[in-house]
Nanobody
Framework: QVQLVESGGGLVQAGGSLRLSCAAS?????MGWFRQAPGKEREFVAG????????DYVDSVRGRFTISRDNAKNTLDLQMNSLKPEDTAVYYC?????????????????????WGQGTQVTVSS
């Protein structure tokens, strides 16, 4: 297992930006960011494959969020721009099971083995 620790959450006004970071205790393969708002299910936000060359985003954040990784440092980032109140949620970093082709981007919660504790993002209107 890999330990994941998120940082960078906080309170921001609508239209502002935040950068989330996730530090992994060891090597990871596919990785992703998920979020969960009160009373809602956890949803996929963004993911990338091992190399970072392939990415995917939920439609609601495409063009506003950018996911990236640094395998030398075992870190994963999520740059969030043009934030909206509906982006308010707890954001989780996750590391996928080492299965499937290395080019694949995983989007289901069941694809992920390890999870961070979450970081709160609140966007005020």
């Amino acid at each position: 297992q890999v330990q994941l620790v998120e940082s960078g959450g906080g309170l921001v006004q609508a239209g502002g930006s935040l950068r989330l970071s996730c530090a992994a205790s060891g090597r990871t393969f596919g990785m992703g960011w998920f979020r969960q708002a009160p009373g809602k299910e956890r949803e996929f936000v963004a993911g990338l494959n091992w190399s970072g060359g392939n990415t995917d985003y939920v439609d609601s954040v495409r063009g506003r969020f950018t996911i990236s990784r640094d395998n030398a440092k075992n870190t994963l980032d999520l740059q969030m721009n043009s934030l909206k109140p509906e982006d308010t949620a707890v954001y989780y970093c996750a590391a996928a099971f080492n299965v499937g082709p290395t080019t694949r981007v995983f989007t289901r919660t069941t694809d992920y083995r390890d999870w961070g504790q979450g970081t709160q993002v609140t966007v005020s209107s």
